[in-house]
């Protein structure tokens, strides 16, 4: 059984910065991408970003050049550094992971809460 628990959010002024942490456990093929996805009130939860085993990166339009995804592999986790953070970017963060093992099987985390607020 996969578990994934985030870590990280709080409360940060405009401009500010946070790092989200997410800690994976259980049976994680070496295929798959992880990444982060985030719902605003009101809103449908939306891709943020994401990186797969190939090394290769993904980000939405509305953080590329703000927020940067890291993994480290030897310890099954997966960063979210975020920059130069809006009101906009405020939400519940959630992190995801796709494995492949014979088909694709999707995890999430229960979230963290970002609030960007003066």
């Known amino acids: 059984q996969v578990q994934l628990v985030e870590s990280g959010g709080g409360l940060v002024q405009p401009g500010g910065s946070l790092r989200l942490s997410c800690a994976g456990s259980g049976s994680i093929s070496s295929t798959h991408v992880m990444g982060w996805y985030r719902q605003a009130p009101g809103k449908q939860r939306e891709f943020v970003a994401a990186w797969n085993t190939a090394g290769s990166t993904n980000y939405d339009a509305s953080v590329k050049g703000r927020f940067t995804i890291s993994r480290d592999n030897a310890k099954n986790m997966v960063y979210l550094q975020m920059n130069s953070l809006k009101p906009e970017d405020t939400a519940v963060y959630y992190c995801?992971?796709?494995?492949?093992?014979?088909?694709?099987?999707?995890?999430w985390g229960r979230g963290t809460q970002v609030t960007v607020s003066s």
């Open positions: 995801n992971l796709n494995v492949f093992s014979g088909s694709w099987l999707e995890y």
